[in-house]
Nanobody, 126 residues
Framework: QVQLVESGGGLVQAGGSLRLSCSAS????????LGWFRQAPGKERDFVGA????????YFADSVKGRFTSSRDNVKSTVYLQMNSLKPEDTAVYYC???????????????????WGQGTQVTVSS
């Protein structure tokens, strides 16, 4: 059992930056990958990126690659999503999610994750 709480969302102008936090509690030792997803109204929930809990390796979707980075603080059990050069199309509710399994493939699907945060709204104005 893991609880995830997101924070840091808000309104930012295009070209600006925003930092999201995902705080994990419970059996955080069981987390293999912490994923980031986003969903705009009426749209599917899309993969943004992922960070491996123990090693810190990251992977990002092409739509955000080069603009977004992720890091983790295992002492605080917190993962961060640093979003730079934001665009209006980045506007969405952002979610963090925990994957306990060890896959032979990149976990870039919502079905790969069991535990989800409540989401935080990110709005990018033009």
């Amino acid at each position: 059992q893991v609880q995830l709480v997101e924070s840091g969302g808000g309104l930012v102008q295009a070209g600006g930056s925003l930092r999201l936090s995902c705080s994990a509690s419970g059996r955080t030792y069981g987390i293999n990958v912490l994923g980031w997803f986003r969903q705009a109204p009426g749209k599917e929930r899309d993969f943004v990126g992922a960070i491996w809990w123990r090693g810190g390796s990251t992977y990002f979707a092409d739509s955000v690659k080069g603009r977004f980075t992720s890091s983790r603080d295992n002492v605080k059990s917190t993962v961060y999503l640093q979003m730079n050069s934001l665009k209006p199309e980045d506007t969405a509710v952002y979610y963090c999610a925990a994957d306990f399994a060890s896959h032979s493939w990149l976990p870039d699907n919502t079905n790969d994750y069991e535990y989800w945060g409540q989401g935080t709204q990110v709005t990018v104005s033009s």
